[in-house]
């Protein structure tokens, strides 16, 4: 069965700074695909960035890229410059079978950001 | 942003009754779900649709039915509410190989 783990319930940050959100995943599948999502306090969900198991090249979308590290089974978020508008919570999430299939897709539980001026 | 509607947006009901909630899309994608979110839980998968009148159970299933006869819509019902019903419901949508854009969310507190 897949799993997604993330066991930072909450990070503060100064505005301006990069922080990393981890990630860590479980799944036998050799064909995988990995996503984060941020939900803000108005609640909902937007999709931020994508990374496919056999992608070569970490992702990338702007201010937010993926650390992804396949031996390691584990895919987290950067994000460089963080801004006020940031403080979320992020969730963590893959789908399984073909690479970017995102039907049944699983969820971490989340964790909390909050950037600070 | 994706046009995904969801209505309502927030209803109560009691114990024991009926409750359909709609997921409404205008961007014509194949794929449709049901997802709740519940506090230490995240998102957990109800049910999803494949293509119209072609479904699928998901992680929490139960107690659960889902219906689509049109591309555009995807229903939600809870044949008879429970309280561990109570929840925040979101709907999502996305085309093959791409990923799921989220409707607005429903809140429903079954009393």
């Known amino acids: 069965a897949q799993k997604i783990t993330q066991t930072q319930p909450g990070m503060f940050v100064q505005e301006k700074e990069a922080v990393t959100l981890d990630c860590t995943y479980d799944?036998?599948?050799?064909?995988?695909?990995l996503f984060w999502y941020k939900q803000p306090s108005s609640g909902e969900m937007i999709f931020l960035i994508y990374?496919?198991?056999?992608?070569?090249q970490n992702a990338t979308e702007g201010r937010y890229s993926l650390n992804f590290q396949k031996a390691r089974k584990s895919a987290n978020l950067v994000i460089s410059a963080s801004q006020l508008g940031d403080s979320a919570m992020y969730f963590c999430?893959?789908?399984?079978?073909?690479?970017?299939?995102?039907?049944?897709?699983?969820f971490g539980k989340g964790m909390k950001l909050t950037v600070n001026p | 942003d994706a046009g995904i509607t969801q209505s309502p947006r927030h209803k109560v009901t009691e114990t024991g009754t009926p409750v359909t909630l709609r997921c409404h899309q205008t961007e014509n994608h194949r794929y449709m779900y049901w997802y709740r979110q519940d506090p230490g839980h995240g998102l957990r998968l109800i049910h999803y649709?494949?293509?119209?009148?072609?479904?699928d159970k998901g992680e929490v299933s139960d107690g659960y039915s889902v219906s689509r006869s049109k591309t555009e819509d995807f229903l939600l019902t809870l044949e008879s509410a429970t309280s561990s019903q109570t929840s925040v419901y979101f709907c999502?949508?996305?085309?093959?190989?791409?990923?799921?854009?989220f409707g607005p969310g429903t809140r429903l507190t079954v009393t």
């Open positions: 990374q496919g198991s056999y992608d070569q």
């Open positions: 649709s494949y293509g119209v009148k072609d479904t």
């Open positions: 999430a893959m789908s399984k079978g073909r690479q970017g299939g995102s039907e049944k897709l699983v």
């Open positions: 999502a949508i996305s085309e093959v190989g791409n990923e799921q854009y």
């Open positions: 799944t036998s599948d050799p064909s995988y695909g």
